[in-house]
């Protein structure tokens, strides 16, 4: 099994920035990515941000371009995301994901690509 905390959520006005973090532990010798999901009330989860660790390649909504930045480091399979020019329609629970199949090489971008989900963690922009 493998176990994902995440930190860092708030609350934050327009325009500010915040920086969420996540680490896994456990059984984490297959991990081949990492990326962060949002769900805001009434909508379906959509893919904020990914990494894949083979190449370091990263994959980033359209919404987000720009603004956020995904970091990580896989010998301590943890990622963090950089949030700046933060809008009210970012607010969401924001949830850190790990693949732990599908093999190195995948792109990972629908959350039934990922075995292993954090508990979430709140993010409100207020305008």
């Known amino acids: 099994q493998v176990q994902l905390v995440e930190s860092g959520g708030g609350l934050v006005q327009a325009g500010g920035s915040l920086r969420l973090s996540c680490a896994a532990s456990?059984?984490?010798?297959?991990?081949?990515?990492m990326g962060w999901f949002r769900q805001a009330p009434g909508k379906e989860r959509e893919c904020v941000t990914t990494?894949?660790?083979?190449?370091?390649?990263?994959y980033y909504g359209d919404s987000v371009k720009g603004r956020f930045t995904i970091s990580g480091d896989s010998a301590k399979n943890s990622v963090n995301l950089q949030m700046d020019s933060l809008k009210p329609e970012d607010t969401a629970v924001y949830y850190c994901a790990l693949a732990h199949s599908g093999g190195p090489w995948s792109i990972r971008l629908s959350e039934s690509e990922y075995d292993y989900w954090g508990q979430g963690t709140q993010v409100t922009v207020s305008s």
């Open positions: 990494m894949r660790w083979a190449d370091s390649s990263t």
């Open positions: 456990g059984r984490t010798f297959m991990n081949f990515a």
